[in-house]
């Protein structure tokens, strides 16, 4: 059996959270390896779907806010541009609450239909629809992303290990060991970022894995598409769904808001789609923008990590000394990334979240 060298800190599951987290260790200064069962940025899990919404606008709060301002300084220099910024919308009703929710005065405008129509030509606005635009809001290549994180972590002085997957982790001598096929590496702490893989540690809070399913519609005028004049946003109004420029040059993608099913483990999920997917959705969405054609081009699924809440964990484990439990975010993990990365990389220093926004046991979302 390989024994792998010590390190300060091993850091399992290279998805976009624990490669921020990775990156911050590595910047701080504390030794640390990570590990991914994978390589890193698979399209599989919560990188897949290629591209990912971010927002500066949410209605959780403005200590959320503040972590979301700190994400996007951080997303906009790193290397690679995987940030597009681009804003992003928020269309619907004017008396919906999740409308007005985001609405936040000095953060975002709030356009009426003729307004919107002008600057966003492809969106077809009933007449008492408005457009909230959050300017700081942008676009997200999500493989470019998860990989330029671990690239960087590697400049910093990070160890990476590809193809790895850690089948359990025990103690000894007050200090972690995560047992692989291969071997062991013995660290002083440990952050599990694994999404439903948290219960490699005995007790941690449930991180379920749901089936998201995309889909890809062709358009007549690709331009009227391209993220400058197209921003990502969602349309709260039924069928709600969230959109996304072409970034291909021919087609947008759809993500339609409906219930995600459990995935009890990775060989229960297969990334094509059944047939008739868009059927009962794919018309009316088709009929708020001009020039989607209404049949799918191309429909994919990815998991993404849940909690029973819809709020991320990021969460020392007090049943398991220097430990910490990261992921469960809902969706939401891109827009936060950078940011968890540095309150991880403070946790593992010095015991203590460096945000209010997160409380000893859960934190963010929105």
Not at 108 to 137: F, I, M, N, Q, S
Not at 265 to 289: I, K, N, Q
Request: aromatic share 6%; net charge positive; with cysteine.
């Amino acid at each position: 059996m390989r024994r792998a060298g010590s390190v300060e800190c091993a850091v399992v599951g290279l998805g976009v959270l624990g490669a921020a987290s990775l990156l911050a260790l590595a910047r701080a200064g504390v030794s640390c390896v990570g590990m991914e069962s994978g390589r890193v940025g698979h399209p599989d899990g919560g990188s897949g779907g290629e591209t990912r919404i971010f927002r500066t606008a949410v209605a959780t709060g403005p200590d959320h806010v503040r972590l979301l301002d700190r994400s996007r300084e951080l997303w906009t220099g790193l290397p690679g541009a995987p940030f597009t910024a681009c804003g992003a919308l928020t269309l619907g009703a004017r008396d919906d609450p999740r409308v007005r929710a985001v609405a936040l005065p000095g953060r975002t405008t709030v356009l009426d239909a003729a307004a919107a129509a002008v600057r966003w030509p492809a969106h077809l606005l009933g007449a008492d629809e408005v457009a909230v635009l959050d300017p700081g809001g942008g676009l997200l290549d999500a493989g470019t992303a998860t990989r330029g994180l671990v690239a960087e972590a590697r400049r910093a002085g990070a160890a990476v290990r590809e193809g790895v997957t850690v089948v359990g982790i025990g103690r000894r001598r007050g200090r972690g060991v995560l047992h692989t096929v291969d071997g062991e590496t013995v660290a002083d702490n440990v952050v599990i970022a694994t999404g439903h893989g948290a219960g490699l540690v005995p007790g941690a809070i449930g991180i379920e894995q749901r089936r998201v399913v995309l889909s890809w519609f062709g358009v007549r005028d690709p331009a009227r598409f391209a993220p400058a004049v197209f921003p990502p946003g969602i349309h709260t109004a039924a069928p709600v769904h969230t959109f996304f420029p072409a970034v291909d040059g021919a087609t947008v993608k759809i993500n339609h808001q409906q219930p995600q099913p459990r995935v009890h483990s990775p060989a229960d999920h297969h990334p094509w789609v059944e047939a008739g997917y868009t059927r009962d959705w794919a018309g009316a969405v088709a009929a708020r923008l001009a020039g989607m054609s209404d049949r799918p081009a191309r429909l994919e699924s990815y998991v993404e990590g849940y909690t029973p809440t819809r709020r991320g964990i990021v969460a020392l484990a007090p049943w398991e000394p220097r430990t910490v439990v990261l992921g469960g975010f809902s969706g939401q993990g891109f827009k936060y990334a950078p940011a968890v990365g540095e309150l991880v990389a403070d946790l593992v220093r010095t015991g203590r979240s460096g945000s209010p926004a997160f409380t000893p046991a859960l934190a963010a979302g929105g």
